[in-house]
C-alpha cells in the first residue's frame, strides 16, 4: 500500500498518520483544534531503533562498536526511523497499521510496526521492533510536540517521578539520579509505576500521557510547544541500559493519550 496521509476518526476528535513523513502523527484534532504543534518536523514522532542522544553516535552492539551519523553534533539523536518513509499495512476508520524496515545507517535488518487506534477520547500508539537474524540493542518511544496554547492559557504540567536523571553539559544523563528540579526542562524522569503526566490547558483541555514504559523525557524549552516523551531507557541508553531485539523477543511498548474537555 501506499505511504499517502491518512486520517482517522471517533466521535469528534480526527487524527492525521503521515507514513511518508517518517512514520508520524502529523495532527490530533479534538472539536476542531489542534492539539499538536504542525510542521514537517513536528507532529509526534517516532524514536526508533533509539531515544534522544547517543553519546557521540557510537554504542556497543555484542563486541562491535557501532557509529551513527552524527546529526545532533557531537552526538547521534531520536533515531533513523523518522528520517524515512514508513509504508501502509492496513487501515480502518479508527485504526491504521504502519511498517517501517530498519535499514543503512543502522546495521542490523528488522522490521518496525506502529499501530495508531483512536477512540472518542484516546489515542493509543503501539510501536514493536522486530529482528530477521541477528540480535541487537534497540529503544522504542515518542516525542510529541504538543502545542503550548490552544488559544487561552498556557499549558500547565502535572507529573511525580521518583527521579530526575542528572543531566551533564553534554545533555546525556551523567549516571546519577537526583530529585526532580523545576523546570524549564529539557531532561530525562523515572517513573517505575509508568509513565503518568498530566496536560491542562485551563478551562479547555486535559491531557493524560501514560505508558507502562518507567521513563520520559520533558522538553519545555521552546515557546511553541511543550514535548512529553515516554520511553524504553533513557537517553543514551543503548550503551547504559539496552534492550535486547532477538528473534524470539520482539521490543514492544505503547502510549495512550486520553482526554477529556474542561
Same mark, same amino acid.
Given at each position: 500500500?501506499?505511504?499517502?496521509?491518512?486520517?482517522?476518526?471517533?466521535?469528534? *476528535?480526527?487524527?492525521?498518520?503521515?507514513? /511518508?513523513?517518517?512514520?508520524?502523527?502529523?495532527?490530533?484534532?479534538?472539536?476542531?483544534?489542534?492539539?499538536?504543534?504542525?510542521?514537517?518536523?513536528?507532529?509526534?514522532?517516532?524514536?526508533?531503533? @533509539?531515544?534522544?542522544?547517543?553519546?557521540?553516535?557510537?554504542?556497543?552492539?555484542?563486541? *562491535?562498536?557501532?557509529?551513527?551519523?552524527?546529526?545532533?553534533?557531537?552526538?547521534?539523536?531520536?533515531?533513523?526511523?523518522?528520517?524515512?518513509? @514508513?509504508?501502509?499495512?492496513?487501515?480502518?476508520?479508527?485504526?491504521?497499521?504502519?511498517?517501517?524496515?530498519? *535499514?543503512?545507517?543502522?546495521?542490523?535488518?528488522?522490521?518496525?510496526?506502529?499501530?495508531?487506534?483512536?477512540?472518542?477520547?484516546?489515542?493509543?500508539?503501539?510501536?514493536? !521492533?522486530?529482528?530477521?537474524?541477528?540480535?541487537?540493542?534497540?529503544?522504542?518511544?515518542?516525542?510529541? @510536540?504538543? #502545542?503550548? #496554547?490552544? /488559544?487561552?492559557?498556557? !499549558?500547565?504540567?502535572?507529573?511525580?517521578?521518583?527521579?530526575?536523571?542528572?543531566?551533564?553539559?553534554?545533555?546525556?544523563?551523567?549516571? #546519577?539520579? !537526583?530529585?526532580?528540579?523545576?523546570?524549564?526542562?529539557?531532561?530525562?524522569?523515572?517513573?517505575?509505576?509508568?509513565?503518568?503526566?498530566?496536560?491542562?490547558?485551563?478551562?479547555?483541555?486535559?491531557?493524560?500521557?501514560?505508558?507502562?514504559?518507567?521513563?520520559?523525557?520533558?522538553?519545555?524549552?521552546?515557546?511553541? *510547544?511543550?514535548?512529553?516523551?515516554?520511553?524504553?531507557?533513557?537517553? #543514551?541508553?543503548?550503551?547504559?541500559?539496552?534492550?535486547?531485539?532477538?528473534?524470539?523477543?520482539?521490543?514492544?511498548?505503547?502510549?495512550? @493519550?486520553?482526554?477529556?474537555?474542561?
Amino acid at each position: 500500500m501506499s505511504d499517502e496521509d491518512i486520517t482517522l476518526t471517533a466521535g469528534d *476528535a480526527e487524527v492525521t498518520v503521515q507514513p /511518508g513523513n517518517g512514520g508520524r502523527v502529523g495532527g490530533l484534532r479534538i472539536g476542531g483544534v489542534e492539539v499538536l504543534r504542525q510542521g514537517e518536523r513536528f507532529g509526534c514522532f517516532p524514536m526508533v531503533p @533509539w531515544c534522544g542522544r547517543i553519546r557521540d553516535g557510537r554504542f556497543l552492539d555484542g563486541a *562491535a562498536v557501532r557509529q551513527m551519523p552524527l546529526n545532533a553534533p557531537p552526538h547521534a539523536i531520536h533515531g533513523t526511523a523518522r528520517d524515512s518513509a @514508513w509504508r501502509t499495512a492496513r487501515t480502518s476508520t479508527a485504526e491504521a497499521v504502519i511498517t517501517h524496515e530498519l *535499514a543503512d545507517p543502522w546495521p542490523h535488518k528488522g522490521r518496525v510496526t506502529q499501530v495508531v487506534a483512536l477512540t472518542e477520547d484516546a489515542l493509543t500508539l503501539t510501536m514493536s !521492533v522486530e529482528t530477521y537474524d541477528s540480535s541487537f540493542p534497540a529503544q522504542i518511544g515518542w516525542h510529541p @510536540w504538543f #502545542n503550548r #496554547n490552544l /488559544g487561552g492559557e498556557d !499549558v500547565q504540567l502535572d507529573f511525580d517521578p521518583a527521579w530526575q536523571e542528572e543531566r551533564g553539559d553534554d545533555h546525556l544523563p551523567t549516571g #546519577n539520579r !537526583v530529585d526532580p528540579k523545576p523546570g524549564p526542562w529539557d531532561d530525562c524522569f523515572g517513573m517505575p509505576g509508568g509513565v503518568d503526566v498530566t496536560l491542562t490547558w485551563p478551562g479547555q483541555l486535559e491531557l493524560k500521557v501514560a505508558s507502562r514504559q518507567e521513563w520520559v523525557v520533558v522538553y519545555d524549552e521552546q515557546d511553541a *510547544a511543550v514535548c512529553v516523551e515516554p520511553q524504553t531507557g533513557p537517553p #543514551n541508553g543503548l550503551n547504559t541500559l539496552p534492550h535486547l531485539v532477538t528473534p524470539l523477543e520482539p521490543l514492544e511498548a505503547t502510549t495512550t @493519550w486520553s482526554w477529556r474537555r474542561l
